[in-house]
């Protein structure tokens, strides 16, 4: 079986599923087209299907006329019936992962996965779970579920995790040139996998020595960042009692030019891995008696940063205009988590503007890349237009996300406050009218 399939990943004869077509799914299905894979995605969104089946994109970080042209040339479909999953040869899962009302592991999208795939596994297949989850995932439930299917995995088929590491909106690493990290159960599992995606990206494949050690990479690289973060948030808050510029004291360390890796403050985390893998891991150290203190204690940090920021508005209001956040009128420019995107999973912006309308607050806001969310099964419209009047009705302009075609400088001139949780105002000479977090 090896051998068979090393060789229909050299002759390009494999044909490659990928279910979920999300953010990390569907530039995954294009890049496996474009290197010559017949590809399949599977999606139980029916929107999402049709407008891959008409060329349409919808994620930002596929290029438009890429998904076109292989819709055209037959190389790339997509499909909500899983019944095709008996073609294909490859698969990789890449559903979400979040969390549930508890803050606890929601698999339920892995799992209804494994088994739409366990009932059309067939023998000299691979399945390649992708979507972030707790170490043991693979081996302790996909094993299982596919292996309900009479086939024996290791015989019949290969199975591993492979950590998706998107980063929306980079410039530089996209899913192509992004290096690999694969982890199969057993070493023909692995080599067969590792084949499979040396034959698709760029980047170089790092072999792990099982899917456990894969999966608690993806945890530890986001569960690194949530700590700095934490720790950096702690000191922004402390900083400011102290009345010291923590974007100054960060530019001043950088020059170190080693022990020292720069994080910055913002006003909590968002995305669809950062502010959710700690979660996964002190969730899965329980079963084992173990307490991450630590992680726990970032993640407590960056959790209220939300709720820490309200504070520092309503103080802004109180001190320069001795007016209340009750009744107050406030523009929050930017509800995507990062910049230059449209992506607004987990963000903090969205929770500022509900703190906010806790207090009273009369809260309007402007992104360019999204017109309008979805919070709790209800929608918010945001304002069409960054106009002068806009700025200059609003008692406070908040700064919530960094965006790089929003004029900072005409913000200023019209604006009575500004509340700058990103530093983004850092080059303008005239800030009597600007607080940075």
């Not at 068979?4 to 004869?13: A, E, G, R």
Request: charged letters at 25%.
């Amino acid at each position: 079986m090896k051998e068979l399939l090393l060789q229909k990943i050299q002759d390009k004869s494999i044909i490659a599923g990928v279910v979920g077509l999300g953010y990390v799914g569907l530039p995954l299905a294009v890049e496996k087209a474009k290197a010559g894979f017949r590809t399949i995605g599977f999606d139980v969104q029916k929107e999402k299907v049709d407008l891959v089946n008409a060329g349409k994109n919808y994620i930002g970080d596929v290029v438009d006329a890429d998904l076109a042209a292989l819709v055209a040339q037959g190389r790339l479909s997509a499909t909500t019936d899983f019944r095709f999953i008996e073609d294909v040869d490859f698969v990789a899962i890449c559903v979400p992962t979040p969390l549930d009302a508890h803050q606890q592991p929601d698999i339920s999208y892995v799992e209804s996965s494994a088994r739409a795939i366990a009932e059309h596994l067939h023998r000299g297949m691979m399945v390649v779970l992708e979507s972030t989850t707790y170490p043991g995932t693979t081996e302790e439930l996909i094993k299982p579920i596919l292996e309900s299917s009479g086939l024996k995995c290791g015989e019949d088929f290969y199975l591993g995790f492979s950590p998706e590491r998107v980063d929306p909106g980079n410039l530089i690493y996209k899913t192509k040139n992004t290096p690999k990290v694969v982890g199969g159960l057993g070493a023909d599992a692995s080599e067969v996998i590792s084949a499979m995606y040396e034959a698709v990206l760029q980047g170089s494949v790092f072999r792990a020595s099982s899917p456990a050690v894969a999966e608690m990479t993806k945890i530890l690289e986001n569960t690194y960042r949530n700590i700095n973060i934490g720790l950096i948030n702690e000191l922004a808050i402390l900083c400011h009692r102290m009345n010291i510029n923590l974007w100054e004291v960060i530019e001043a360390a950088k020059t170190k030019p080693f022990g020292f890796t720069p994080f910055y403050p913002g006003p909590g985390l968002g995305g669809h891995c950062i502010p959710l893998d700690p979660y996964y891991l002190s969730w899965k150290a329980r079963e084992y008696g173990f307490h991450t203190s630590m992680i726990e204690s970032s993640m407590m940090i960056n959790d209220r940063m939300p709720e820490y920021c309200v504070e520092r508005i309503a103080d802004m209001l109180n001190h320069r205009f001795a007016k209340a956040l009750k009744g107050a009128k406030v523009l929050v420019l930017g509800v995507a988590y990062k910049q230059d995107i449209d992506d607004y999973r987990e963000s903090p912006a969205i929770r500022v503007i509900e703190e906010l309308k806790k207090e009273g607050a009369d809260v309007h806001f402007y992104d360019p890349y999204v017109p309008r969310y979805r919070f709790k099964g209800a929608w918010t419209e945001g304002e069409p237009q960054l106009t002068a009047d806009l700025v200059e009705g609003a008692d406070i302009v908040v700064i919530t996300t960094s965006h790089t075609n929003v004029d900072y400088a005409f913000v200023q001139q019209h604006a009575k406050a500004i509340f700058d949780t990103k530093n983004v105002t850092k080059g303008l000479k005239v800030r009597d009218n600007i607080e940075v977090l």
